[in-house]
C-alpha cells in the first residue's frame, strides 16, 4: 500500500475514535493522565502507531515517549505525528481540531495528512506530484477508493486587494500584532480566524495569504500543513533566519514562521 494511502486511513480512523470521545459528556479535569482528552489522545495515537508501524519508518509522535537524538539523527526519514491538534478547540467544541501525519525526509516534509473530523474534512499532499487535495467525506467509514472519487485539487490564490492574514482562535501577541500592522501600513488587512493546524490549509487552498507565527509550537503542528503548503507552492519560512522550517531537529519546538503564498 502507498504511504499516503495508509496516512489517510490512519488519520480517519484516528478522527473516529476522537469523536466517540467528542461525543461524550466529559469534563476537563485538572489530572492529566485521567481527563479525556487524554484519552482521546491516546487512543488516536494507538490507532496512528497501528498503522504506520507497519512501514518499519521511525515515528516521532507527541504522545510516544521522544527518542533520544542521538539515535533520530541517524534517521534519513521519519514520521511526524500530532494525533489531536487544537486541544484548546476541542474543548470550546468548535470542532477546529485536527489529526496530522507527515512523512518526513532529511529535515523537509514530502508528504501530509490533516483529517479535520468534527467536519469530516480531508487535506493531503504528496510533495513530489505538486498537488494538494481536499475531500468532504460522508462518513468516517469511506473507502478509500470513494475519497479519491470525491477529491478536488487545491491552490493558493492571493488576495484581489487585500492582505489576508490568519490569526489564531486562541493566541494573538504582540509579535503578531505587529506584524499585521506593518502590512496594514501598506494595504487592507483582514483578520482570518481559525484554530490547530488549519490555518495551513486556508493558506494552501487559497482562503489567506499569510500565516504568521510568534509563539511556541512543536514540529508535529506543522509538519503535516508545511507538507501540504509545499505541494502547492507555498512557503513556511523560519524567523528570522528566512529558512525553511525543518524537522527532526535536535530540539522539537519550532522557532517563529511565516506561511505566504506570496513571492
Known amino acids: 500500500m502507498k504511504l499516503i494511502d495508509l496516512a489517510i486511513q490512519a488519520s480517519i480512523e484516528a478522527g473516529k475514535k476522537i469523536m466517540d470521545i467528542y461525543a461524550s459528556d466529559f469534563e476537563v479535569e485538572t489530572k492529566a493522565d485521567e481527563s479525556p482528552l487524554t484519552i482521546a ?31 533520530r539523527k541517524q534517521w534519513d526519514q521519519c514520521w511526524i505525528v500530532d494525533p ?91 509579535e503578531t500584532q505587529k506584524f499585521i500592522d506593518t502590512i496594514s501600513e501598506n494595504e487592507e488587512v483582514e483578520i482570518v480566524s481559525k484554530g490547530s493546524s488549519l490555518k495551513f490549509c486556508l493558506v494552501a487552498e487559497g482562503k489567506a495569504d499569510l500565516y504568521p507565527r510568534y509563539a511556541p509550537t512543536m514540529e508535529w503542528d506543522t509538519a503535516a500543513g508545511h507538507a501540504i503548503c509545499l505541494a502547492v507552492g507555498v512557503t513556511v519560512t523560519a524567523l528570522p533566519a528566512n529558512t525553511p522550517l525543518q524537522y527532526n531537529k535536535d530540539n522539537l519546538l519550532n522557532p517563529w514562521f511565516l506561511v505566504s503564498n506570496r513571492d
Open 41 to 71: 489522545d491516546k487512543r488516536a495515537n494507538d490507532v496512528i502507531i497501528s498503522y504506520l508501524k507497519q512501514t518499519n519508518i521511525p515515528i516521532i509522535s507527541e504522545e510516544n515517549k521522544q527518542t533520544d537524538f542521538s539515535e
Open 84 to 174: 489531536l491538534d487544537g486541544t484548546k478547540e476541542f474543548v470550546k467544541r468548535n470542532g477546529e481540531f485536527t489529526v496530522n501525519i507527515a512523512l518526513v525526509k532529511n529535515g523537509t516534509p514530502i508528504l501530509g495528512v490533516i483529517y479535520v473530523p468534527d467536519f469530516k474534512t480531508l487535506y493531503f499532499s504528496e510533495v513530489e506530484t505538486k498537488k494538494a487535495f481536499k475531500a468532504k467525506l460522508k462518513s468516517h467509514t469511506v473507502t478509500l477508493d470513494k475519497i479519491y472519487d470525491t477529491v478536488s485539487e487545491i491552490k493558493p490564490v492571493k488576495g484581489q486587494d487585500k492582505a489576508r492574514i490568519v490569526g489564531s482562535r486562541s493566541h494573538l501577541n504582540e
